[in-house]
């Protein structure tokens, strides 16, 4: 059974800063790619980041470039996502999902489809 629970989540000012946990359980996160997501209100699902099994290979999004860092602790299997100089355009649920599928997975690109394991997803809030 693999579960995947975020936490971390919160309320931050403009230019302010959150760390995001994605801690699973099932499997181990050192084999897979692990992606963050994010859904705004009345907005679709839109991939932010991800991290690649083959040698910490990062991805992110061009509106998080700089600002966010993702990363991963392997003797915790957890992933984390730093957010720094948050913007309100930030906010949204933040999911954190796993590939399982696509080997390697988060080579150049976050593409939905291909994550498989998804969490009940933490909230953040960027307001002044």
């Known amino acids: 059974q693999v579960q995947v629970v975020e936490s971390g989540g919160g309320l931050a000012q403009p230019g302010g800063s959150l760390t995001l946990s994605c801690e699973v359980t099932?499997?181990?996160?050192?084999?897979?790619?692990v992606g963050w997501f994010r859904q705004a209100p009345g907005k679709g699902r839109e991939g932010v980041s991800c991290?690649?099994?083959?040698?910490?290979?990062?991805y992110y999004i061009d509106s998080v470039k700089g600002r966010f860092t993702i990363s991963k602790d392997n003797a915790k299997n957890t992933v984390f996502l730093q957010m720094n100089s948050l913007k309100l355009e930030d906010t949204a649920v933040y999911f954190c999902?796993?590939?399982?599928?696509?080997?390697?997975?988060?080579?150049?690109?976050?593409?939905?489809?291909?994550?498989?394991?998804w969490g009940q997803g933490t909230q953040v809030t960027v307001s002044s």
């Open positions: 099932g499997l181990n996160v050192d084999y897979y790619a």
């Open positions: 991290i690649s099994s083959v040698n910490y290979g990062r």
């Open positions: 999902a796993i590939d399982r599928t696509t080997i390697p997975g988060c080579v150049g690109r976050i593409a939905e489809h291909e994550y498989d394991n």
